[in-house]
């Protein structure tokens, strides 16, 4: 999970009709984008929108790609998304993320309590999140592919990939205040790493959100105060505001 994704930046969302719709033939799991392939296909369609993401589950007949003019080989479009019956490594770091939440939620599952595997989920995921910074876009901004701005590319951006799967992880941590500190403590150590404008105070919520709900999970004031103590590096909680005014 570590490699980095499709290459992206910023640009204010954009509004106006879309002349082109494709659809998804078939339900299933959108095993990838063949980006590069699609430029010279799309080159000249103007804004293209993919609306799904790779790892994304679609029904049939819901939208795949909305383009500004007409998009002359829908076939050559519908070769480049593949969609298959199950989730794959094909899909390479949305799946190896969402496999390794899975494997920490099912180690946290109360017929297992395996909290080491947890933790050792927790140091890949962070891991992960490091290799992965180019990704981030700003608040209010679409991601779009570097090499090819036409293409707006929502949910591929680093919320896009990390932001449900952390979530689920957060939901399954709350309970063991030992995977929740260590976490926590991650999330300090991206905090400190963080090089993109919005990002350390992301990660800074992140924190405090795993910490407010471990908190409402327990009445043991011991591991209140390791929590609370775990938080330390942020500072205060106007740390992430100020940055985010910024």
């Known amino acids: 999970a570590g490699q980095s994704g499709i290459p992206v930046k910023g640009r204010p969302a954009s509004d106006g009709a879309w002349a082109h719709r494709i659809i998804a033939p078939r339900e ?10 699609l430029v010279g296909t799309l080159s000249s369609c103007g804004r293209v929108r993919f609306c799904v993401a790779p790892g994304q589950h679609v029904l049939a007949g819901e939208a795949l790609v909305l383009a500004e003019t007409r998009i002359a080989d829908e076939k050559a479009v519908l070769r480049a998304i593949p969609i298959g019956a199950f989730r794959s490594n094909a899909e390479s770091t949305v799946f190896q993320v969402r496999l390794l939440v899975e494997v920490a939620a099912r180690a946290l599952s109360p017929g297992i309590n395996d909290f080491y595997t947890a933790l050792a989920c927790a140091d890949r995921l962070t891991c992960a999140m490091a290799a992965q910074f180019a990704l981030w876009v700003k608040d209010g901004e679409v991601p779009v592919y570097a090499k090819h701005q036409a293409f707006e590319l929502p949910g591929q951006d680093f919320r896009g990939l990390f932001a449900a799967p952390m979530k689920a992880f957060r939901q ?43 908190i409402a999970r327990t009445d043991f004031a011991k591991d209140i105060q390791d929590i609370e103590i775990a938080l330390e590096p942020f500072g205060s909680p106007q740390t992430a505001m100020q940055e985010v005014a910024a």
């Not at 030992?178 to 403590?185: A, F, H, N, P």
């Not at 991650?186 to 993109?196: C, E, K, P, W």
């Open 28 to 37: 299933g799991y959108v095993q990838g984008i063949g980006l590069a392939r």
């Open 172 to 214: 399954a941590a709350a309970d063991y205040p030992s995977v929740t500190i260590r976490m926590i403590g991650n999330y300090a150590r991206l905090h400190r790493l963080a090089d993109r404008p919005g990002l350390a105070a992301y990660f800074e919520t992140q924190a405090r959100d795993l910490a407010d709900h471990a």
